[in-house]
């Protein structure tokens, strides 16, 4: 079965230091990974895909298939990046597109 | 453009009742997913409903089921609701023509606390 761990439930950072937001996956098929975020009081949307290897509002996250991660990184943190991180993997069954979500990283950025 | 909308926001049930949520999709979007997201957890994958059947289900017992209407909107019942149940509800929505990108839009959820 596939899982996404994210290990740090909250990290804590002050403005202007780099941000690195860690994501593993276990997946027996080949990954499709997203972070989604949610910022306060607004619904959960897509930050970025790794299809697409776009950098989105300063963050990048890398799949790296052999260490199964896929960490989001930022090297200049605002404080406007404060918010919930999910990390997904999609996995296709049955004709289904579903996502597997992390339990979320509460990214607080310090003035 | 219209978002995700659903409804009720909050609601609040006792143990053994039925639910219904409902969810109206993004315009344009033609496929509804339903996630639950307990505290402190991220949203768990329950179903998606695609040409108004159920197209893949997570793991979640058979009195979680759905419905989707020709408009695309979509309903989540819950029967026999358990405590466990208590959860934010969340509706996403996806559109299958063309290349798919895998983005989900959601909705700000339902709320619903089992007593």
């Known amino acids: 079965a596939q899982r996404v761990t994210q290990p740090e439930k909250l990290l804590s950072v002050f403005k202007g230091a780099p941000v690195e937001l860690k994501c593993n996956y276990s997946?027996?098929?080949?990954?499709?990974l997203f972070w989604y975020v949610q910022y306060s009081r607004q619904r959960l949307q897509l930050l970025l895909r790794?299809?697409s290897r776009e950098s989105i509002k300063g963050f990048t996250a890398d799949l790296n298939k052999g260490e199964t991660s896929f960490h989001l990184k930022k090297p200049f943190a605002q404080e406007e990046d404060s918010a919930m991180y999910y990390c997904?993997?999609?996995?296709?069954?049955?004709?289904?597109?579903?996502?597997?979500f992390g339990k979320g990283t509460h990214l607080i950025i310090q003035p | 453009e219209t978002g995700v909308t659903q409804s009720p926001t909050h609601l609040i049930k006792t143990r053994g009742q039925q639910v219904t949520l409902r969810c109206s999709s993004q315009?344009?979007?033609?496929?509804v997913s339903w996630y639950q997201q307990a505290l402190g957890q991220g949203p768990q994958f329950i179903f998606q409903?695609?040409?108004?059947?159920?197209?893949g289900r997570g793991n979640f017992p058979p009195r979680f089921s759905g419905l989707q209407f020709p408009n695309y909107s979509s309903e989540l019942n819950v029967n026999a609701l358990e405590l466990d149940d208590s959860a934010l509800y969340l509706c996403?929505?996806?559109?299958?023509?063309?290349?798919?990108?895998?983005?989900?839009?959601f909705g700000e959820g339902s709320r619903l606390t089992v007593l």
């Open positions: 996403a929505s996806s559109s299958r023509v063309g290349a798919n990108t895998g983005e989900l839009f």
């Open positions: 997946y027996s098929g080949s990954p499709e």
């Open positions: 790794h299809i």
């Open positions: 997904a993997l999609r996995y296709s069954g049955g004709g289904a597109d579903g996502l597997t």
């Open positions: 315009s344009g979007h033609n496929t």
């Open positions: 409903y695609y040409r108004e059947e159920e197209n």
